[in-house]
C-alpha cells in the first residue's frame, strides 16, 4: 500500500516528464530480482498497480469471475508475447532516444493501468493481475529457482 503514490506520479506525472518511466525498468528490476525467492511477494506487498486495484477497484467492482481462459497457461503467455513484442517494437523506433524511451515505459503503464480498470470494474478488482505479464513472469522465475535447487515452492 505504501507504494501506490507511484501510480499517479507515473500514468499521470509522466505525461508531462517522461524520464519517470525509468521508475517503470526499475521496479520490473526489483520485481523479477524479488520473484526469484518470493514469487509474487510483489504483487501482494508492494506492487503500485496491485495496491491501486485494492484500495479503488475493489470498491467499485461489480466482483464477476474472471474469464476461465486467464487461467489457462497459453493464454497468460499470449498476453506476456503481446505486451512484450509491442515494448520492444516501439523502443527500437525511439533510436536510442533516452527521454522517447522513458515515454514508452510511461505509456506502457497508462496503458495497462487503463485494462486493468476496465477489467476490475467488469470482473474481480485484481482481475488484471491473472494476466498480467510482470505476473506471470515472476512465477515462471520463481519456478525455475526452485526447479533448480529442488525446493517446494
Ligand atoms: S500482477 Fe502485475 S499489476 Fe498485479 S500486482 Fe502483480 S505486478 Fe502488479
Keep these: 500500500m505504501?507504494?501506490?503514490?507511484?501510480l499517479p506520479l507515473i500514468v499521470i506525472g509522466g505525461l508531462f516528464y517522461p524520464l519517470l518511466g525509468y521508475l517503470v525498468i526499475?521496479?520490473?528490476?526489483?520485481?523479477?530480482?524479488?520473484?526469484?525467492?518470493?514469487?509474487r511477494?510483489?504483487?501482494?506487498?508492494?506492487?503500485?498497480?496491485?495496491?491501486?486495484l485494492d484500495i479503488a477497484l475493489s470498491k467499485v467492482s461489480a466482483k464477476r469471475p474472471t474469464p476461465k481462459i486467464f487461467t489457462v497457461q497459453w493464454f497468460r503467455w499470449f498476453i506476456f508475447a503481446l505486451f512484450m513484442s509491442f515494448l520492444i517494437i516501439r523502443i527500437?523506433?525511439?533510436?536510442?532516444?533516452?527521454?522517447?524511451?522513458?515515454?514508452?515505459?510511461?505509456g506502457m503503464c497508462v496503458i495497462t493501468t487503463i485494462i486493468?480498470?476496465?477489467?476490475?470494474?467488469?470482473?474481480?478488482?485484481?482481475?488484471?493481475?491473472?494476466i498480467c505479464p510482470m505476473g506471470t513472469f515472476q512465477e515462471k522465475v520463481h519456478k525455475l529457482?526452485?526447479?533448480?535447487?529442488?525446493?517446494?515452492?
Design 2 to 6: 505504501i507504494m501506490v503514490w507511484l
Design 26 to 39: 526499475a521496479m520490473m528490476a526489483l520485481l523479477l530480482s524479488l520473484s526469484f525467492f518470493r514469487s
Design 41 to 52: 511477494y510483489w504483487c501482494w506487498h508492494l506492487c503500485p498497480r496491485g495496491a491501486f
Design 92 to 106: 527500437t523506433r525511439t533510436g536510442g532516444n533516452y527521454i522517447a524511451i522513458g515515454a514508452v515505459f510511461v
Design 116 to 130: 486493468a480498470i476496465i477489467l476490475g470494474v467488469i470482473t474481480k478488482h485484481r482481475g488484471w493481475c491473472m
Design 145 to 153: 529457482n526452485h526447479s533448480k535447487t529442488g525446493k517446494k515452492t
